[in-house]
């Protein structure tokens, strides 16, 4: 019961928020001396009328409240209208979304199953010619640009010829057996995957080995030791169990990068996932996908918090005990 | 000792990593290689002639005879298109692939740019009446045959009901009048117009789409038309006419041709054509990723610019592609000034008064055309690959006045014109006759670099006359804003993509009246005659060489205007670029035309063994 009451009213908190952030990001959007017609205003041979179609079809003849209510309107009805090409918004993003889930999955699901591991193992090695190493491997991760990384690893890719150049599948791809399918995906995410990878898993192994340190140089730690338990026991019952709480806000903020958290190597190797759709967008002002995408984004972060905060309410006691106070 | 050794590791490391970028990748002799026009060497095939097998119309393509099967890969920038309706196409992408689909009556001679018939076998024109034959036996790719009804259905009740994009629409308006549209038996229609109209014609190359394929759509109105044959269409229901049809399109990724097994080209053995199988689009987001696919051969065609093309030309002998020179493409680049002397609502002019002295006068206008280097332009920016222009029709225009033949830079020359226009040098500083420092603004859209750096030169070329020039880049669309809207700038260097082969599509630029008329733009509605006397001239060639129908006889007008705009230069033209086009030299059949590119006769074009 206190936990249907704490995620409803967690709920009722975001619509406030949405509001918001929808106010700010359109009117940044609209007020930008972006004109989605340039291009058209531009060429000799479309006529007059044909612009003012345009500026019809796309609400751009009305005040820029007016535009705003109209879109919230459709948006609450759950029609995220059309984009500046006439194609429904819907339609684009379903396109799209299936194949940066595919990238992103792979990827945070990688990075966790080897950072966290990884975080734990230089904790507890800490010191040692292993925890240098994996140090210096991170600080490189940390510190190299994903874009950088990826345009050398797309000059890898040329120069050898062992991988595609960008892409998701070949053009032949249909014609493939099942096996032949799975060879070519795995060929085509081998590149973006290493890049995603390197990256965020530095991160999250630096950020694991951090707290790790942190609860092991604690008094119950010693004590644990001091009674005599074993060290595996002291590691991973009573020192592990701690030390993964702020991992767990982690993952929630995981959560909200599953749709946008890979744009920029999304872009450089040519992905058809949305971080090139909405790039694109962006770039031309197409104010429906740009609506959508972010309104998107924010309710992936507020879930993702969500389901961090609830998930911390289930591991930690502390946490629990605290939010049932403030309600 | 250990952290000596890291030392050293990290010492060999940093040296290894810089050995590694040191490799020559392009030779540091002259970059701005000659390119020589290849095209000369390319021996053309012989026109299509109609051929007649049992009952059906063919066209028989006169050139040599290849092999069937194979694919070929091209690369597409953007976003993919957005719609395989052929009457809905707003985009180059978009038109593009819908003409792989769909044929229209009549097309164009891809050297000489002479009308041809396509769909239609033959077309007589009779004062105002233009009467087609079509070509008998011919079917759709679903097996029904195409006739009269499909064109009258096309014309009727598509294109003159402006359903989709009306542009084609607007372009068979005359006088607000459109055409009327006969049947005459089941293979033959007629148009008739109300007066003669050059333009008219080439309009008829607007793609025939099946009627009873297209007719319960276009029946539920302009949205319903809208969305149809958008790019999630099942491929295999869609009903073409065209050498290839739709197979596959994956979003962002790709699109796949197959040819149309009902194409009525054949070759020399009377076999049907296309010869490829398939045709594959890859959709890249810029230039660079398309350059990677083509080096990593996942590509068969690239098209080259700038610093690109020495190196691909040097690398061409030792590689599996030739590089074809395609001559100057339909894009120019110019300065226009702004001759607005209107004020605006609140009474103020839109150009500084004294700034307006300076631009109306010609000798001012003239010295700047003088002063601008032209060839170093070409040389410096565009490494060579583009040619200096000085005509308002692009190079490879068909009604090119070729007696304009331009001019070098020439310093003293435009010291001259300035003044005869009354200007003075005073310590390298030029001054106007009241006295007035000339300083003035050049705009162009940031971003842009080819734009950003003529913008440098030009300024640099102006200031050794003693100009103050302010070069200011910005946004595109607040550059286009000023141009057609608020009219508060002075010179802006911009570029406009003209039709080679029917100047009257630039009427909206040269037209007293017209939405692009840049350089004096009237607001929508203006009622004031205040035409420069060379604009009135314009207006009235404009109006008059559209109703003359020969080319003979249109060609002396357009000759006129183009002398008019060279010698009034409210627009200084620079430069058109050149297109280069690297393909593999495994394609066949490969013939390149400055006026249609490389791959206008795709269905000819097969895999040599």
């Known amino acids: 019961m206190e936990f249907a009451k704490y995620i409803l009213k967690r709920c009722l908190q975001t619509i406030p928020l949405l509001i918001i952030v929808s106010i700010i990001s359109f009117f940044i959007i609209r007020l930008a001396p972006i004109d989605p017609l340039a291009e058209l205003r531009l060429n000799p041979s479309i006529s007059q009328e044909t612009l003012n179609k345009e500026i019809k079809r796309?609400?751009?003849?009305?005040?820029?409240y007016i535009q705003y209510f109209s879109w919230a309107k459709s948006f609450i009805k759950g029609d995220l209208g059309y984009t500046s090409a006439g194609e429904k918004v819907s339609t684009k993003l379903k396109e799209r979304i299936p194949n940066t889930l595919l990238l992103t999955v792979i990827v945070i699901f990688m990075t966790w199953i080897v950072g966290i591991p990884l975080g734990i193992f230089a904790a507890i090695k800490k010191g040692t010619v292993f925890d240098r190493?994996?140090?210096v491997i991170s600080s490189i991760g940390m510190a190299i640009p994903s874009f950088f990384f990826a345009i050398l690893m797309l000059m890898f890719a040329v120069k050898t010829g062992w991988f595609p150049v960008g892409g998701l599948t070949s053009y032949?791809?249909?014609?493939?057996?099942?096996?032949?399918?799975?060879?070519?995906?795995?060929?085509?995410?081998?590149?973006?995957?290493?890049?995603?990878?390197?990256?965020?898993?530095?991160?999250?192994?630096?950020?694991?080995?951090?707290?790790?340190?942190e609860v092991l140089d604690s008094d119950y730690i010693k004590f644990a030791r001091a009674k005599g338990l074993s060290e595996a026991k002291v590691i991973y019952k009573h020192a592990l169990r701690n030390a993964i709480n702020p991992m767990i806000t982690l993952l929630g903020f995981e959560f909200a990068g599953l749709l946008s958290g890979a744009a920029l190597t999304e872009y450089v190797f040519q992905y058809p996932g949305l971080g090139r759709l909405i790039l694109e967008a962006v770039m031309k002002s197409d104010i429906n996908l740009v609506m959508a995408s972010l309104m998107m984004g924010t309710i992936m972060l507020i879930l993702g918090n969500l389901i961090a905060d609830i998930l911390l309410m289930i591991t930690d006691p502390r946490v629990r005990k605290t939010s049932a106070e403030v309600q | 000792m250990k952290r000596v050794l890291g030392l050293i590791l990290i010492f060999l490391f940093v040296v290894l990593a810089a050995k590694s970028c040191l490799k020559a990748d392009i030779p540091e002799k002259c970059s701005c290689i000659y390119l020589q026009d290849n095209n000369e060497s390319?021996?053309?095939?012989?026109?299509?002639?109609?051929?007649?097998?049992?009952?059906?119309?063919?066209?028989q393509t006169q050139a040599p005879i290849g092999n069937f099967g194979g694919e070929l890969i091209i690369s597409t920038i953007g976003e993919g298109p957005k719609t395989f309706n052929p009457c809905n196409t707003k985009d180059a992408t978009s038109s593009s692939m819908a003409g792989l689909m769909y044929d229209g009556l009549l097309s164009t001679e891809p050297r000489t740019g002479d009308v041809i018939p396509q769909l239609a076998k033959s077309f007589e024109i009779n004062g105002n009446e233009y009467t087609i034959h079509l070509r008998k036996g011919i079917k759709w790719s679903d097996g029904k045959p195409i006739t009269a009804d499909d064109v009258m259905y096309t014309y009727n009740d598509i294109v003159f009901k402006g359903l989709g994009n009306p542009s084609t629409m607007d372009a068979m308006m005359i006088?607000?009048?459109?055409?009327?549209?006969?049947?005459?038996?089941?293979?033959?229609?007629?148009?008739?117009?109300?007066?003669?109209?050059?333009?008219?014609?080439?309009?008829?190359?607007?793609?025939?789409?099946?009627?009873?394929?297209?007719?319960?759509?276009?029946?539920?109105?302009?949205?319903?038309?809208?969305?149809?044959?958008?790019?999630?269409?099942?491929?295999e229901t869609i009903v073409t006419n065209g050498a290839f049809r739709l197979k596959e399109y994956v979003a962002a990724q790709r699109v796949v041709f197959v040819k149309n097994p009902n194409y009525y080209k054949i070759n020399?053995?009377?076999?049907?054509?296309?010869?490829?199988?398939?045709?594959?689009?890859?959709?890249?987001?810029?230039?660079?990723?398309?350059?990677?696919?083509?080096?990593?051969k996942e590509t068969d065609i690239l098209s080259l610019k700038g610093d690109n093309v020495a190196r691909y030309k040097q690398k061409e002998k030792f590689s599996d592609y030739s590089v074809y020179n395609l001559g100057a493409d339909t894009g120019t680049l110019f300065i226009v000034i702004n001759l607005n002397n209107r004020k605006d609502k609140d009474g103020k002019y839109y150009v500084n008064p004294i700034k307006q002295t300076w631009f109306s006068n010609r000798s001012f206008r003239s010295a700047l055309d003088w002063a601008i280097d032209r060839k170093g332009i070409v040389q410096n920016i565009a490494f060579g690959v583009a040619e200096p222009l000085f005509t308002a029709e692009s190079l490879n225009s068909i009604y090119l006045n070729k007696s304009i033949k331009g001019h070098k830079m020439d310093k003293q020359m435009a010291l001259m014109r300035l003044k005869e226009g009354g200007f003075k040098l005073n310590?390298?500083?030029?001054?106007?006759?009241?006295?007035?420092?000339?300083?003035?603004?050049?705009?162009?859209?940031?971003?842009n670099l080819e734009r950003e750096a003529i913008g440098v030169m030009v300024k640099q070329d102006l200031e050794d006359l003693g100009m103050k020039v302010n070069f200011k880049p910005v946004e595109f669309n607040s550059l286009v804003n000023k141009l057609t809207n608020t009219h508060d700038w002075d010179m802006a260097i911009m570029g406009l993509t003209g039709s080679p082969l029917e100047p009257h599509d630039g009427k909206n630029v040269w037209t007293s009246s017209g939405s692009l008329h840049m350089f004096n733009m009237r607001p929508a509605g203006y009622k004031i005659d205040d035409r420069l006397s060379w604009e009135k001239e314009l207006d009235d060639i404009f109006n008059e060489a559209s109703l003359k129908l020969n080319y003979s006889e249109r060609k002396p007008l357009y000759d006129r205007y183009q002398e008019i705009v060279y010698n009034e230069k409210p627009l200084i033209y620079l430069y058109s670029p050149i297109r280069i086009t690297a393909i593999r030299k495994k394609f066949k059949n490969i013939f390149p035309t400055p006026l249609s590119g490389l791959l206008y006769n795709l269905e000819e074009i097969y895999i040599g063994k």
Do not use: W
């Open chain 1, 58 to 64: 796309l609400n751009l003849d009305k005040p820029i």
């Open chain 2, 427 to 447: 310590n390298g500083n030029l001054y106007d006759n009241k006295g007035n420092r000339v300083e003035f603004d050049i705009y162009t859209n940031a971003g």
């Open chain 1, 133 to 135: 190493i994996l140090t």
């Open chain 2, 175 to 235: 006088d607000g009048k459109l055409p009327e549209l006969e049947k005459i038996d089941d293979f033959t229609v007629k148009f008739i117009v109300t007066k003669p109209f050059a333009p008219f014609l080439r309009q008829l190359s607007y793609p025939i789409v099946p009627k009873h394929y297209f007719k319960p759509y276009s029946d539920k109105g302009t949205s319903a038309f809208n969305t149809f044959l958008n790019p999630n269409t099942k491929p």
């Open chain 2, 42 to 59: 390319v021996e053309y095939p012989a026109p299509s002639k109609n051929v007649t097998i049992n009952g059906i119309d063919y066209i």
């Open chain 1, 172 to 213: 032949n791809y249909n014609e493939m057996s099942f096996i032949g399918k799975l060879i070519d995906l795995s060929r085509h995410l081998c590149l973006p995957v290493i890049v995603l990878f390197t990256i965020s898993l530095s991160g999250l192994q630096r950020q694991m080995r951090a707290n790790m340190l």
């Open chain 2, 268 to 296: 020399l053995q009377n076999q049907k054509l296309p010869y490829l199988d398939k045709l594959v689009y890859l959709i890249v987001g810029d230039t660079n990723n398309e350059i990677l696919k083509f080096e990593a």
